[in-house]
């Protein structure tokens, strides 16, 4: 059952936000509209207090108040320790709400997310959005993973309006990509041609294969004018740029982020690097022995949470990898970010299933009990779902992933319980294995 204690918090300090900080709310605007500007000033302060809000932590309560004091962590680290040290001891006081992490790497984790972060974010998507002439009466779709309710899917509707009444960050109507096939492809062309918006959020890989579709029938030129296209939570392949920018003009940009809530960058049309807000958090591109690289080398991309009071990730190596660019009054740039996959498996039909989408439109519950995991699609239709389980790990868990995994009698799912799984060649963890 869920705290009204904490509801009624979130809902004060919700009020209250852009009040109290809106020196903060005019510099991410400034930020963006004023080619990377950035106040060093209101960076330092942020810092400062949030260094002192880690005494409030017992891992971190000795660490000294400086950034290169504190020990670069990945996953498995936090995990060694335990959440209990990493939260804030006065959490059931703190405006806060719950994030699952992982998904789509293998690597699930649930934690706390301190409330002004999500605003914070908000305000970042806003005036991503603003840079690209985004107005008030614009209309902003998204395609994820959201997954329709059957008398929906009975009815080939595969599209919903959203509760919210803002456009940002997640549009006004979302359109699921688990049924974007050649045989409903139809349904969604017909649906955007008749009701267009004049920007879309995707996933490169779906948005993608929504052009084709359009291509496939008969749409040689867009049939309806986009003013901008961001694509997100995968890497884009210069294969991919280039079909959709032949297609749809150039008007793409890009976002990099996490559900750690500690980072995001951003490149637009006519940028060739993507460039980290330090109003957001504070990055690092560090080489093995973390230590910064140099223009032009790839190093890992590390971050700090200067908002998350209630569970910061402080240094928190993310697991993806950046040509390093620059580092200028405070802001880091890099060339490319290197880690994010498209994963897609293949239904019993043949049907290509984003697995950004699978996972993440849906919440598992089971995260929290999963230590790593990886799917097998080596035959179509069929998941074998290896995974290294929690003490906590139970029947139930069990029963949601296969339940959930196989989409509605689409995949045949089994479960093996593995002591490891092998990583990549360059230590990444692989999520599907095709």
Not at 236 to 249: A, H, N
Request: net charge positive; charged share 30%.
């Amino acid at each position: 059952m869920k705290n009204p204690y904490n509801r009624i918090v979130n809902e004060i300090y919700k009020t209250f936000f852009p009040l109290l900080n809106k020196s903060l709310i005019d510099a991410i605007r400034d930020f963006y509209v004023n080619n990377y500007y950035i106040d060093k000033t209101i960076i330092e302060k942020r810092f400062k207090v949030f260094l002192k809000k880690t005494k409030n932590i017992d891992y971190y309560k000795d660490v000294q108040a400086s950034l290169d004091s504190y020990p670069v962590m990945t996953k498995e680290d936090y995990r060694k320790i335990g959440e209990k040290k990493l939260t804030n001891k006065f959490i059931s006081l703190l405006p806060k709400y719950k994030m699952n992490t992982g998904g789509s790497t293998g690597e699930p984790y649930e934690f706390y997310c301190d409330f002004s972060v999500g605003l914070i974010d908000f305000y970042h998507q806003k005036y991503q959005f603003e840079k690209m002439n985004f107005s008030k009466n614009d209309k902003l779709y998204v395609l994820n993973g959201w997954f329709p309710e059957d008398e929906l899917v009975s009815n080939r509707v595969f599209w919903r309006a959203k509760k919210n009444i803002n456009e940002f960050p997640f549009g006004s109507k979302e359109f699921s990509t688990h049924y974007l096939n050649s045989d409903n492809a139809g349904i969604y062309i017909d649906e955007l041609v008749s009701r267009p918006p004049q920007y879309f959020r995707s996933y490169p890989s779906v948005f993608v294969e929504l052009t084709k579709y359009l291509i496939t029938y008969g749409y040689k030129s867009p049939p309806f004018k986009l003013k901008g296209i961001q694509l997100t939570s995968e890497m884009t392949s210069k294969q991919q740029e280039d079909l959709l920018k032949k297609y749809w003009g150039d008007i793409i940009f890009f976002q990099y982020g996490h559900s750690e809530a500690a980072t995001i960058a951003s490149k637009y049309p006519g940028e060739e690097y993507y460039t980290f807000s330090p109003y957001y958090g504070l990055v690092e591109i560090l080489d093995e022995k973390n230590d910064p690289v140099k223009p032009g080398e790839v190093g890992r991309v590390v971050v700090t949470s200067i908002h998350n009071k209630v569970r910061p990730f402080i240094r928190y190596d993310t697991g993806d990898l950046a040509t390093f660019r620059d580092y200028n009054n405070g802001v880091v740039t890099v060339y490319d970010i290197a880690g994010r996959v498209q994963d897609v498996v293949e239904d019993k039909e043949g049907n290509i299933v984003s697995i950004t989408g699978l996972v993440f439109g849906q919440h598992f519950h089971a995260f929290k009990n999963i230590i790593s995991w990886q799917i097998n699609n080596e035959k179509k239709g069929v998941l074998y779902v290896d995974i290294i389980k929690e003490k906590s790990f139970t029947n139930d868990d069990e029963e949601e992933i296969i339940e959930k995994l196989s989409f509605k009698g689409r995949f045949k799912v089994y479960i093996r319980y593995v002591d490891k799984i092998t990583k990549t060649r360059a230590g990444k963890h692989k999520l599907v294995i095709r």
